[in-house]
């Protein structure tokens, strides 16, 4: 056979998209694939009634950064290639995606467990005959989105449950694919009746895995004062690290409304101590940052005198964390403004969970403009790695590189020394008209508390309405 090279459906496609050679060994044409970006494999043409553009749909549904109506064309596209059930194509599609890439697991599981009712419940045996294939060793995705959906398929944790306690090691991938359950249509129940299985498994006293695993199920049972009591206990000092950040996280998901008022500040407390015990250069580690936001956000819902207590307690841990993340779809960041000390220490945590990547600029105060407008003039840069829009100007004084989707970047650095009203901006193209906010640098974060103050817009001109 001659070699195939994929033809161009539309002249605008045809300046971008890339050539792939088909007819090759399948682990070349893999290689071929993996080189391209989300935004050149899009491009890339396909027929849905031809096996050899198969890998092509594969890696739209497995890859990260695609956009949903891609995967969605992959699934219906595999499905008939195949002549297959949409659940085995996703489960298949399950035990391909890298399990740290958790944007892509959680997506195409939900593209599992949001079928309707009736054909989970038709595909019920696919999911039996998935645990019985899997190995928690191997396929450890396969397993929990299969035990999720054999939960959704019964509307009840209960057989499910059994089947894993019948073997080694899956209950761990039963507790950590009940977050899948999210997207199930009886999800919501079924998640809640797992809270007392669950409790009833903690209280036996399980092994270090089983037991961070069951925590971090937790938060997604009933959230609620119970659980989030629950959680908060495990939260101690002498606590081994995996088992409470895994309650950190499971806390984290409960919300701010069913928290019981009495068990914040003790809290708050315990997540200082731990911190506290913490060698200072692992503070700055994804668990440290959490714990420290996490308390930040509890003491924040602390009466006054505590709230300041709590919050000097945290400073004095040296380190102040930012978390921001992009909302989806929106071009905007969920943080508007920050407040940080002059000269000491900053974490910015950045999360995009948005199919488009994002990047992230701090700036001198009052130079919005010309970094937006400059940075998004600038080439898109050969070098994945390469810090993407950021324009060579003095007034930049810190940058990320773009994040894509799902990941999370860390800018760790010394707030300037001179206070002032300093920005921060996504310069991917079209983004830095919405994608802006304002880093207030204070001379003492103490003498704000008592007198706050809200910095100004930097395109309205007017003081910002939220945080
Ligand atoms: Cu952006």
């Known amino acids: 056979m001659a070699a195939a090279v994929f033809s161009l459906?539309?002249?605008r496609a045809e300046a971008q998209a890339p050539r792939i050679l088909l007819d090759q060994p399948p682990r070349a044409v893999e290689y071929q694939l993996n080189r391209l970006t989300p935004e050149e494999l899009v491009l890339v043409e396909r027929k849905d009634d031809d096996v050899r553009y198969r890998p092509v749909y594969v890696a739209l549904l497995t890859r990260k950064g695609i956009p949903p109506q891609f995967r969605d064309e992959a699934v219906a596209a595999?499905?008939?290639?195949?002549?297959?059930?949409?659940?085995?194509?996703?489960?298949?599609a399950l035990g391909r995606v890298p399990i740290e890439d958790l944007a892509t697991t959680e997506k195409v599981a939900a593209l599992l467990l949001g079928q309707p009712a009736d054909a989970l419940r038709t595909d019920r045996e696919t999911f039996l005959k998935a645990i019985d294939d899997a190995s928690a060793s191997s396929k450890p995705l396969v397993l929990r989105a299969?035990?999720?959906?054999?939960?959704?398929?019964?509307g009840k944790p209960d057989d499910a449950w059994k089947l894993a306690v019948a073997h080694p090691s899956h209950l761990t991938e039963l507790l950590l694919g009940i977050k899948f359950l999210q997207a199930a249509p009886s999800g919501s129940d079924v998640r809640s009746q797992l809270f007392t299985p669950i409790s009833a498994l903690l209280s036996t006293?399980?092994?270090?895995?089983?037991?961070?695993?069951a925590l971090e199920a937790l938060g997604w049972t009933r959230q609620d004062a119970a659980t989030f009591e629950l959680l908060a206990r495990e939260v101690k000092p002498d606590a081994d690290e995996a088992t409470r950040n895994a309650a950190v996280a499971s806390l984290e998901?409960?919300?701010?409304?069913?928290?019981?008022?009495?068990?914040?500040e003790p809290l708050a407390r315990a997540l200082v101590s731990a911190v506290a015990a913490m060698p200072a250069d692992r503070r700055?580690?994804?668990?440290?940052?959490?714990?420290?936001?996490?308390?930040e956000k509890l003491a924040a819902k602390l009466p006054d005198e505590p709230r300041r207590a709590v919050r000097r307690d945290l400073r004095a841990l040296g380190v102040r964390v930012i978390k921001i993340q992009t909302i989806p779809e929106k071009l905007t960041f969920d943080v508007k403004w920050f407040v940080v000390e002059a000269g000491k220490p900053v974490q910015i945590v950045l999360f995009n969970p948005d199919a488009m990547p994002h990047n992230l600029i701090v700036g001198t105060p009052g130079s919005l403009e010309a970094i937006g407008t400059?940075?998004?003039?600038?080439?898109?840069p050969t070098d994945p790695d390469a810090k993407a829009f950021v324009p060579d100007l003095p007034a930049v004084l810190q940058a990320t590189k773009l994040v894509r989707e799902g990941e999370t970047e860390r800018l760790g650095f010394t707030a300037p020394s001179a206070p002032g009203e300093y920005i921060f901006v996504c310069t991917?193209?079209?983004?830095?008209?919405?994608?802006?906010?304002?880093?207030?640098?204070?001379?003492?974060?103490?003498a704000f508390e008592v007198k706050p103050m809200v910095p100004t817009d930097p395109i309205t001109k007017q003081p910002f309405t939220s945080k």
């Open 78 to 92: 595999l499905t008939r290639m195949d002549k297959s059930s949409r659940s085995l194509v996703l489960l298949e």
């Open 205 to 213: 006293g399980p092994d270090v895995p089983t037991r961070a695993a």
């Open 374 to 380: 400059n940075g998004s003039g600038l080439p898109m």
């Open 253 to 264: 998901r409960i919300p701010e409304t069913a928290w019981p008022a009495a068990a914040l």
């Open 146 to 154: 299969a035990y999720a959906a054999l939960m959704a398929a019964d």
């Open 284 to 295: 700055t580690e994804p668990a440290g940052l959490d714990a420290i936001q996490f308390g």
């Open 428 to 446: 991917f193209p079209g983004h830095w008209v919405r994608m802006y906010g304002v880093m207030l640098v204070v001379e003492s974060l103490d």
């Open 9 to 11: 459906a539309t002249a």
